[in-house]
């Protein structure tokens, strides 16, 4: 019955989309009259209103779409969402306010003597509104008003004129700042939690061990994430646009002709040129640059790219007077003010000491001000000129809301598809498919492609991606990133725009196309275009690092990168650093000797010995290399001939599982059965007897493992404990070889600091006379614990501790105290004449040794990776690796 009602949600759903009743209620209301009508059917058929439902219950369907809600409206840890509403009122400013219309001018005047030229201007500024407004009705309106009429006069073919203007004005979904974007992020979001429960269990029952390593962890997403995942496809799609128009107009020059400028390419075009693009230029630096760099959050960069808009938008609206500029100018010089008073003065409000950071506030204060005058004014001028601000407000009021609506409506709708055992169906159906992952991965693009027919993208985004993406992340075989996944499915929506019956495009293009441009030539022009977007998707698809290497560069540049020492970056940092000992392995060899040969026999014991021994741990560094290589070496081998066999089994093992499942299940339905008065004999027979065939199924797929599984999987385990070994020998070496070195400079560089205390040392043995107990006490730990941040100290100040717990208690005992202070001045003189020692004979050395094999041995204990490093380290790390044979 769980079909039937899953059947019904899905043609419930089709039919209400396909009539043409608004998405935000079909969704949600076959959601509620499926569950509903299920619930009564449980309850009237079944006497259980859960009778019905594979997961749960109607009550639990409630509580899931509470929830949902308050995730959408309350939760503070689920931001994303918030950059929605801002980045509207961005786009709907900026075309409001006609600078779109001036981009289109100004380029097609620029381009226009090129062949095609008219078409490239087109494609340009559609990639600038898209980085400026993303909002694809609004730029397909603009263009076609502007451009089209231009391009048909130049004798444009109708094909090409409408496909470039249509295709251009669908850039705004995936370059950033993109709506669709940042509902991919909040959809990703959770399918990460559940692929990645999900991987967690398949390791447990796989491998029989509870924790799962971090390193195999599903790697998550979010808006900035996606963001600069979408940047270099963004860029590839809009080269891949502009070289197809260079070609057609090669091929055939008088279907998109060279088109000259009246006017003369002076100095005043050039400023007119200038003053058009460079704000909507700074714009799109300002707002991405800000993410890029890691200077704010995508809330925050939408929140600036609002305000930039409205200033743009002061000065634009107010053409022609002569203060038009006057506010963009005053927030451009408090702008400046800021930057350069933040550099100059410590401005952190909570930590004001001197006069000169009072006057850095007083200073930071009149900029910031200035900088609010320059916004009011300009929000004044787009409230009083042609009632710009209402209308912005109002039009960005209702595309949020068109978009939260149906979050919500797509969480129920999916919250009962899963209830109904939808997921499931699903799961199998893509799981069972021959060819893994891509063969799942390539039927889900196919299924996106085809929906963008007759869905929206937000439809799509919401519906279709918490059912599938969750089982595409899961797979370790691909081991993709969520950013990788969310961008490929973002190119696949893009089409939805282009693609008839329902290309909303299509549509905007049509109601301002002259009569004289027919439909069927748009249907034709976007052809082309349709084209060049799915060879975007195979050339992404095919180079993954064109999305994963912009966000792995800023995570490992950005000052929150996490340490060397982290589990996920070892095996792209051992490939670079492995490759390094290879090129500079005389140079290391030779450091390695040199520092072997220094003297550090007057040490303190403990110094000594770990010096010693870091000395030797660096010197076997090639013997573990070598060790490693063979056991890299002898797992590849094995690896060959075991992973047919292991992904056979894996197969059959998941087929059980899903049995096991299936048996339990049953098992609970035959107890419903068996717990109703009367007692439907015929029915319980009947769920025997499936229990009793599932019994024989299980059996039947125990006996098809082959016989050499067992002995393989041992010997195949074998070779990877033996290379996980040798890698953790190597790193346990490495890690002691550069922790000795680095504790012994630190320790040797304190010795002014040291040195500072003698004073105080040998004032304490006249103030243990002339103090009383408690009192000379308290000196002795105040001493102790100022010396806590000197390195290589911990000895002295237990000496001094023996002598402060002598002074303590009912009766103090000066004697044993004077003895203590004594042996802690002996400790202090001996420190100090080995230190000095050290600091002109072996410092220099061990400075020497130590920046030498800083970004190779000592690599794993920076605090974190150097720029070079994390640089190769994000170029490896973007590509993806497979880790099914550790499952």
Known sequence: MELFFLAMLVLMMASALGSGYPVAFALPG??????????????????????????????????????????VYWEVERDTLIAIPLFVFMGIMLQRSKIAEDLLVAMAQLFGPVPGGLGISVVFVGALLAATTGIVGATVVAMGLISLPAMLRNNYSHSLATGTIAASGTLGQIIPPSIVLIILADQLASAVDQADASRKALYKATT?????????????????????????????????????????????PKHAPAVAFDGAYDRAFAGKI???????????????????????????????GAAGAMVMAGYRLAEGRKDAFYPAILAVVSLIAVFIISSIFNVNIKNVKTSSDMLGIVLSVIAVTGFIVALVWSGWRTFKIEDTMRGVMVDTAKTTSLVFIILLGAAM????????????????????????????????????????????????????????????????????????????????IQTSFLTPPFGFALFYLRGVAPAIVKTTSMYKGVIAFISLQLLALVIVGLAPGLVNYLPNR???TANTAPPPINPRLQHCMEQYIFNEYAVRGDELRGAIATAGKLDVSYLPKKLKSATEKGFKQAASVYGHLETI?????????????????????????????KLVVEKKAQGDTLGRLKRRTPVDQAAVGKGEAHLAEIDKKLEALKASIPANWDADKKAFETLQKADTKARNNY?????????SVADLITVIEATPKLEAFKGELNGLTSKLGSQQPKEASATINE??????KIAGVKKLRSDLSSARRALRGKSPNLEKAQAGLEKALATFADDLKWRKKAQTELLPGLKTYEATIRDTIGLRQQRRLPEAQALSIAQCSSNHRDISLHF
Not at 279 to 293: D, E, N, Q
Request: hydrophobic share 55%; proline share 4%.
């Open 413 to 492: 709708l999916t919250a009962a598809f899963r209830a109904f055992g939808g997921e499931e169906l699903v799961r199998e159906f893509l799981t069972s498919l021959p060819g893994g992952f891509w063969a799942q991965f390539i039927i889900v693009m196919l299924v996106i492609f085809v929906l963008g027919f007759f869905l929206d993208f937000i439809e799509i985004a919401v519906v279709v991606v918490p059912i599938v993406a969750p089982i595409l992340l899961m797979d370790p075989g691909a081991n993709v990133t969520a950013v990788w996944l969310g961008v490929m499915i973002g190119l696949n």
């Open 629 to 657: 290589g063979k056991a890299e070496a002898a797992r590849d081998k094995g690896a060959e001939g075991f992973r047919d066999l292991h992904f056979q089994v894996r197969r059959i093992q998941g087929d059980m599982r």
């Open 731 to 739: 790193r346990n070496s490495v890690d002691t070889a550069y922790k």
């Open 783 to 788: 001493l102790s614990k100022r010396m806590r």
């Open 208 to 252: 029989g061990q509870f924790g799962m390593p971090s390193e195999f962890g599903v790697i998550s997403t979010s808006a900035g994430d996606m963001f600069l995942g979408a940047f270099i496809p963004g860029l590839v799609l809009v080269g891949l646009y502009m070289a197809f128009i260079l070609v057609f107009s090669f091929l055939k």
């Open 554 to 556: 800023i995570s490992l």
């Open 274 to 304: 200038l003053l058009i693009l460079v704000p909507p230029l700074t714009l799109i630096f300002v707002v991405l640059g800000s993410i890029i760099m890691g200077i704010a959050t995508v809330n925050q960069a939408g929140a600036i």
């Open 30 to 71: 076959s959601a509620i009259i499926t569950i509903g009508v299920a619930a009564l059917c449980g309850y009237l058929f079944a006497g259980d209103s859960s009778a019905f439902f594979a997961h749960g219950s109607p009550v639990q369907w409630l509580t899931a779409g509470v929830t949902n809600f308050r995730g």
